[in-house]
């Protein structure tokens, strides 16, 4: 038998849209809270510019498991290159990982905010114009009404273009370029950090006193974009998955070393699922990425491929 093809990144866009990705990525982590993965913890081999990552899950009640190795190089276009593969009963899907991976990063921020953004939230902040961002967006307007987008990168030029391209796909999307980070969170309702800083983005008297935050960018001790003061004093930090935020996960490290943050203060997604935690004041979502939400988007991806191919 012949190996199978690799599915390109626009085979997976066409079949797997935005909400569907959000839809399957909220049930995955309603499977990981009910123990039904197996989910071994994330090889990273490299430094924080240039890495080989290696992730793996495995559902139990499917008998189905899914394997990603990426490598990443933040300088490079594109950042992201490798191969997801997804195994069942019925066979094997291979797929561009740097497509499955936005999609899945933006789709877990669509839940988060889901969960915890304003329900009348309408201006959506972006900070950072790189790979993860359009998804970011896409992600968000899945689940709220937004109208107005403001965008920050160091590069304007970037942020211009991003700001262009998101007017074409949503039209009635009013779209700008802020100067400073500070700038375009002071009148969010959501921001999004999608960055690989070292360093908080912004000044945490910079928000609003009503607003929810996603950060996916930082995924090593290393990397920071939030302040510790936002972790302090929200109302609920939710992350992925706690054992990943605690060992990965720059501003959480940061802020639970220094005693601004009490790891009993930090749900996990799925479990808040289910007992939504209090979405009044700030906010915070922070994600790592788990190899449930690749599975999720997998799973949905071979579905669809094979309906189309039977």
């Given at each position: 038998?012949?190996?199978?093809?690799?599915?390109?990144?626009?085979?997976?866009?066409?079949?797997?849209?935005?909400?569907?990705?959000?839809?399957?990525?909220?049930?995955?982590?309603?499977?990981?809270?009910?123990?039904?993965f197996t989910q071994p913890n994330r090889l990273v081999f490299g430094d924080d510019a240039q890495a080989v990552l290696v992730m793996s899950a495995h559902h139990q009640p499917s008998g189905s498991a899914v394997v990603k190795t990426i490598g990443l190089v933040l300088d490079r276009v594109p950042a992201i290159l490798g191969t997801l593969v997804?195994?069942?009963?019925?066979?094997?899907?291979?797929?561009?990982?740097?497509?499955?991976?936005?999609?899945?990063?933006?789709?877990?921020?669509?839940?988060?905010?889901?969960?915890?953004?304003?329900?009348?939230?309408r201006r959506l902040t972006l900070l950072g114009a790189g790979a993860q961002a359009a998804d970011q967006v896409r992600a968000v307007l899945a689940v709220r009404e937004i109208r107005e987008l403001t965008v920050f990168n160091r590069d304007r030029a970037k942020a211009e273009a991003l700001v262009t391209g998101l007017a074409a796909e949503f039209p009635w999307l009013s779209g700008r370029v802020a100067a400073s980070a500070e700038e375009a969170v002071g009148q969010a309702q959501i921001v999004c950090c999608a960055t690989s800083s070292s360093t908080p983005l912004f000044d945490a008297a910079a928000l609003p006193g009503r607003v929810h935050v996603n950060a996916i960018g930082s995924f090593r001790p290393s990397m920071r974009e939030l302040p510790p003061e936002l972790l302090q004093a929200a109302s609920a930090v939710v992350v992925d998955q706690l054992e990943a935020a605690v060992e990965e996960a720059g501003e959480i490290i940061h802020a639970l070393d220094t005693g601004l943050l009490e790891r009993a203060a930090i749900r996990e997604l799925g479990p808040a699922l289910a007992d939504p935690p209090d979405r009044t004041g700030r906010t915070v979502f922070k994600s790592v990425g788990v190899a449930a939400q690749d599975w999720a988007i997998a799973r949905l991806l071979a579905a669809r491929i094979r309906a189309v191919t039977a």
């Open positions: 038998m012949s190996a199978p093809r690799t599915l390109s990144a626009g085979e997976v866009r066409a079949a797997v849209p935005m909400g569907a990705a959000v839809d399957a990525v909220r049930e995955a982590f309603r499977e990981l809270a009910n123990g039904r997804w195994t069942d009963r019925d066979g094997q899907l291979v797929a561009d990982a740097s497509t499955v991976t936005t999609l899945r990063t933006g789709a877990v921020a669509g839940v988060a905010t889901d969960l915890l953004a304003p329900p009348d939230a």
